[in-house]
């Protein structure tokens, strides 16, 4: 079996990493890897066909700028795919990329099945990128389990596959334990878990607002200590933007610290948190696997913020809440991303004991709904291919 991956980025990786352990597990066969992954990917034996980090470009901006290069790209892709005529083609995640890609291949190759990892999120916004999708992809591995009806009215396969959160190592016992004494915390006082975000934009806008917020609940909580887990390409922004905050706040800096290590850091930090201020994004269900209670806010640029409130058809964009059928995290997008709101809410959390165990009950049933106690994701997935090949 030969089998042509596209993955653009670090999740992506992980995610195409996770389906080629599945696929080997299940094929007794040989399987050729071929196609655009990073180092886990290539660690299960994709034959890469240029590195994965000319594809890792976030943002509208960064995609104009680069869109000569980019173009090229898919069009190099595209006829990577042709000459090595696979089973299938398995494109992850980044659909500004591999859906191009996927359009191209589809329009010379119509017989070769297209299965594209990680649906889009037509439920919040912008319904219509299903449709458009459906021309060049014949099946969808969803993560979220509300996804496949999506995709299956526009004429696509679509199987949920159960979201990798749920295969996460979590801190133990004694790691958390560890984390409060060398960091000074001792067992009974309070940490607040800082999250505002791994890109310079997010960060540059939302530090702002989170330290103001910060200054109600350290006024009523003047022991509190607070902790920023720091991406590596922002760490020395988070701690320039924290100066003047409350209290004494602490980031946690992966830089020169082995990844395995600071990922063990960065769990004991969630873990050992009473409550969490965080962007939103998928960090909520790292949150939701750690059992840390939360309170999500985000903002953007004031265009980007009418448009993308203009076409939203959900009244939540938290997943916990999505997933669990519930409110119970109170959130604050774009004009309501206010320091007092969200400061009043983050004091109410941690002074009611009520508030918190609603959320992990929220918690609990979104990793039980996202697969946790059932068959690994990658296997869901590997199946799931192989069931249209």
């Not at 010379?108 to 889009?120: D, G, Q």
Request: with cysteine.
């Amino acid at each position: 079996m030969r089998l042509f991956l596209v993955a653009g980025e670090p999740s992506g990786d992980r995610l195409g990493a996770a389906l080629m352990a599945g696929l080997k597990t299940l094929v007794a066969d040989e399987i050729e890897f071929h196609g655009i992954g990073g180092p886990l990917m290539q660690a299960e034996g994709l034959v890469p066909l240029f590195p994965m980090e000319e594809l890792s470009v976030i943002g509208l901006t960064e995609i104009i700028a680069n869109y000569r290069r980019l173009a090229r790209r898919v069009t190099d892709t595209a006829d990577a795919v042709l000459r090595e005529n696979p089973d299938a083609l398995i494109t992850i995640d980044i659909p500004e990329f591999s859906l191009r890609v996927a359009a191209k291949v589809k329009a010379r190759a119509p017989h070769l099945p297209t299965i594209h990892y990680v649906a889009p999120t037509v439920w919040a916004w912008r319904p219509g990128r299903a449709r458009k999708m459906a021309r060049s992809v014949d099946h969808v591995l969803a993560l979220l389990p509300f996804e496949p009806p999506y995709m299956q009215a526009e004429g696509m396969g679509c199987d949920f596959v159960g979201h990798p959160v749920v295969t996460e190592p979590q801190a133990t016992a004694a790691e958390i334990a560890a984390f409060r004494a060398n960091y000074g915390l001792p067992e009974g006082e309070t940490a607040i878990l800082v999250l505002p975000g791994s890109r310079r934009s997010e960060i540059e806008r939302l530090a702002p607002i989170f330290g103001e917020a910060l200054r109600p609940v350290l006024a009523r909580h003047p022991a509190a200590h607070v902790i920023l887990p720091a991406a590596p390409a922002v760490a020395g922004m988070v701690a320039d933007r924290i100066k003047g905050w409350p209290g004494r706040p602490r980031v946690l800096d992966p830089r020169g610290v082995p990844a395995a290590d600071f990922a063990a850091l960065k769990r004991a930090a969630f873990a050992a948190a009473d409550v969490a201020l965080a962007a939103s994004g998928t960090v909520s269900l790292e949150l939701a696997a750690s059992q840390t209670p939360m309170v999500i806010a985000y903002d953007m640029s004031w265009l980007s913020r009418k448009l993308v409130l203009s076409m939203l058809r959900v009244d939540t964009v938290t997943l916990v809440n999505m997933v669990a059928e519930s409110r119970t995290v109170p959130e604050f997008i774009g004009d309501r991303c206010c320091p007092g709101p969200i400061g009043a809410a983050l004091t109410a959390l941690l002074d009611n004991e009520a508030a918190r165990i609603d959320q992990l009950d929220a918690m609990a049933l979104t990793m039980m709904r996202l697969g946790k106690g059932g068959e690994a994701p990658g296997l869901r997935a590997a199946r799931s291919v192989l069931s249209v090949i």
